[in-house]
């Protein structure tokens, strides 16, 4: 059984290229600057990402392996006043990205507010007629992004901060005014979310302890369940590479495996991901990861499950 949304995976990023991750950077980083352009040449921004999810990027590109040091490389960068060449490309240090991100929140709050409002709006209309709480595609994932959409409290501050700033800006989809969308958007919400909420809330539970029960009826408990269950309807390897799904199988083995598979973004070919997890009895002692860049036609190896 498959549970849409307790998967787990991680990006598989090559790290063996120090420049090739920096370009891999720069490309993840070039939308940031297209919505500054985008704001400060007095277009609509149309990109959905915030500073914090910029400010975020940093973090990741660092565990990546990247330094606040190292550069980003990418020409979206070639205006930007500290950009250097580096290796033949343009480039600005990672430093110097957490900068851009924090220009970019100043931007970002009053250029947002149209996106915000939108969010909002849409939120109301996903929570009433898309995907009410008892449905059974409720993931716990849904329900901590819905919330960001249906908290009746930012939606609210939203309409202030819009009002703030224009009191004449029209909102969503049927160009509502703001007296309006609060009415018919923030004051809906703080009656629907607190009910969908709780419901999804109960509809996630009753389905987690579903998965949950074979794995617990085998004596799985702790790390193990807790590893278990998020990456839940993925097929499990065991030493030498045959692939379980048995709970009482997996209850006995000491070392499991986890076989991801992502593309290469340096070369042609896939990155393949061993995840290596050792119990003893039901507690995790040990995790590692090994990464196998596999050319075109090559296949994975039952010698990686050692």
Same mark, same amino acid.
């Given at each position: 059984?498959?549970?849409?949304?307790?998967?787990?995976?991680?990006?598989?990023?090559?790290?063996?290229?120090?420049?090739?991750?920096?370009?891999?950077?720069?490309?993840?980083?070039?939308?940031?600057?297209?919505?500054?352009?985008?704001?400060?040449?007095?277009?609509?921004?149309?990109?959905?990402?915030?500073?914090?999810?910029?400010?975020?990027?940093?973090?990741?590109?660092?565990?990546?392996?990247?330094?606040?040091?190292?550069?980003?490389?990418?020409? $979206?960068? !070639? =205006?930007?006043?500290?950009?250097?060449? &580096?290796?033949?490309?343009?480039?600005?240090? *990672? %430093?110097?990205?957490?900068?851009?991100?924090?220009?970019?929140?100043?931007?970002?709050?009053?250029?947002?507010?149209?996106?915000?409002?939108?969010?909002?709006?849409?939120?109301?209309?996903?929570?009433?007629?898309?995907?009410?709480?008892?449905?059974?595609?409720?993931?716990?994932?849904?329900?901590?992004?819905?919330?960001?959409?249906?908290?009746?409290?930012?939606?609210?501050?939203?309409?202030?901060?819009?009002?703030?700033?224009?009191?004449?800006?029209? $909102?969503? !989809? =049927?160009?509502?005014?703001?007296?309006? &969308?609060?009415?018919?958007?923030?004051?809906? *919400? %703080?009656?629907?979310?607190?009910?969908?909420?709780?419901?999804?809330?109960?509809?996630?539970?009753?389905?987690?302890?579903?998965?949950?029960?074979?794995?617990?009826?085998?004596?799985?408990?702790?790390?193990?369940?807790?590893?278990?269950?998020?990456?839940?309807?993925?097929?499990?390897?065991?030493?030498?590479?045959?692939?379980?799904?048995?709970?009482?199988?997996?209850?006995?083995?000491?070392?499991?495996?986890?076989?991801?598979?992502?593309?290469?973004?340096?070369?042609?070919?896939?990155?393949?991901?061993?995840?290596?997890?050792?119990?003893?009895?039901?507690? *995790?002692?040990?995790?590692?990861?090994?990464?196998?860049?596999?050319?075109?036609?090559?296949?994975?190896?039952?010698?990686?499950?050692?």
């Amino acid at each position: 059984m498959v549970i849409a949304g307790l998967l787990v995976f991680s990006a598989t990023i090559a790290r063996a290229d120090k420049v090739g991750l920096m370009h891999n950077a720069g490309n993840h980083f070039k939308l940031y600057f297209e919505a500054i352009e985008q704001i400060e040449s007095k277009q609509k921004l149309r990109i959905h990402k915030t500073p914090d999810d910029c400010v975020a990027a940093v973090k990741r590109w660092q565990s990546e392996g990247l330094k606040l040091t190292d550069f980003i490389l990418t020409d $979206a960068v !070639r =205006d930007h006043p500290k950009a250097k060449v &580096y290796k033949n490309a343009t480039g600005i240090t *990672l %430093a110097d990205m957490l900068e851009v991100c924090e220009h970019y929140r100043k931007l970002y709050a009053v250029a947002s507010l149209p996106i915000r409002l939108e969010a909002h709006e849409q939120g109301l209309d996903f929570i009433t007629n898309t995907v009410k709480g008892d449905d059974v595609a409720i993931t716990e994932q849904m329900i901590q992004e819905q919330m960001r959409r249906v908290e009746p409290a930012a939606c609210k501050a939203t309409v202030d901060a819009a009002r703030a700033h224009d009191p004449k800006m029209k $909102a969503g !989809r =049927d160009q509502l005014s703001l007296d309006d &969308y609060a009415k018919k958007v923030c004051d809906v *919400l %703080a009656v629907e979310t607190p009910k969908w909420l709780a419901l999804a809330k109960e509809t996630f539970a009753k389905r987690l302890d579903e998965a949950k029960a074979p794995f617990v009826a085998a004596g799985i408990t702790g790390d193990k369940l807790d590893t278990l269950i998020s990456h839940h309807g993925v097929s499990w390897r065991l030493p030498g590479g045959s692939r379980t799904d048995d709970p009482k199988k997996l209850a006995s083995a000491s070392v499991l495996y986890l076989w991801l598979e992502g593309d290469n973004p340096n070369a042609p070919g896939k990155i393949h991901t061993v995840r290596r997890f050792q119990f003893k009895g039901n507690k *995790l002692t040990k995790k590692t990861e090994q990464k196998y860049p596999l050319k075109p036609g090559q296949e994975p190896k039952n010698s990686w499950y050692r």
